[in-house]
């Protein structure tokens, strides 16, 4: 299986400064990006020319409703967008959003026709107590289960095993732990749900020099990847040694 680099934006950039780094960026390896909800319109032409994924960083669990502030999974899917990133540490942090809200996304998402890229991860004090497993496998539980009837056979579930206390800081977790994480993952997957088109990624402090270390090992399918995916230099060389594997 080809490696994936998601690239997540998050808020760093404007819609202009996206439209110019997007424009910049060429598909040497499978790529998706998911950028701010307010470039996503401008993005989504450049997207089908160039090959790229594009993506959402969030979505709601309804298509429709009173819902003041939030953005349907319909209108990202025709908008242009295949992907959004559900869960990701900083909304369940910041926003407070539930093991059981993000699992209403992943199926939202996945009854509209976008694949989710659902975020799982320990924060440190749980690795430290050493409840790192335990705590991915009850995301994992909640986000998964039931899924069975809302899937297509042809649908992907994208999984981004990222540390809580590896994003955003430069520390990393080592290769051999995230290897260890990941085969966890896809044996609770397994057991979880039928479907075959998953992959797991690694995210977290990845660079354009470290990237290898993760894309080397077969359990590990990709990378999301935050800071350096901003930066057009880094982001550049970071695609060009992930399309070697
Ligand atoms: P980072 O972020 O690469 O800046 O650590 C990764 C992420 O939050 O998805």
Redesign the pocket.
């Known amino acids: 299986m080809s490696k994936l680099i998601v690239a ?1 934006w ?1 808020m760093y950039l404007s819609p202009k400064d996206s439209v110019e780094l997007f424009g910049a960026v060429a598909k040497k390896s499978k790529t998706v990006i998911c950028s701010s909800f307010i470039a996503l319109n401008q993005l989504s032409a450049l997207a089908k020319k160039s090959g790229i994924g594009l993506g959402a960083q969030d979505c709601f669990w309804d298509n429709r409703g009173a819902y003041t502030g939030e953005v349907s999974p319909l209108d990202l899917k025709d908008l242009g967008c295949e992907y959004v ?1 559900v869960g ?3 909304r369940r942090n910041y926003f407070k959003e539930t093991d059981k809200m993000v699992g209403k996304k992943v199926k939202a998402a996945l009854v509209a026709g976008l694949t989710p890229i659902l ?1 799982v991860g320990e924060n440190e004090s749980e690795r430290k107590k050493g409840k790192a497993s335990a705590r991915v496998e009850e995301q994992l539980e909640y986000a998964l289960d039931g899924l069975g009837k809302k899937l297509r056979a042809e649908q992907w579930i994208i999984i ?1 095993y ?1 540390p809580v206390w ?4 430069g520390n ?1 977790c080592d290769p051999e732990t995230a290897v260890k994480m990941h085969q966890m993952i896809k044996e609770k997957i397994a057991k979880l749900i039928s479907v075959k088109n998953v992959r797991v990624l690694y ?5 354009d020099k470290n990237i290898a270390s993760y894309l080397k090992n077969t359990e590990i399918d990709g990378a ?6 901003t930066k057009k230099d880094v982001f550049m060389s970071l695609l060009a040694v992930a399309a070697k594997f």
């Open positions: 997540n998050k990133i990701h540490s900083e975020c981004a990222e590896a994003i955003g800081t990393a995210g977290g402090s990845v660079d999301l990847v935050g800071g350096a995916s």
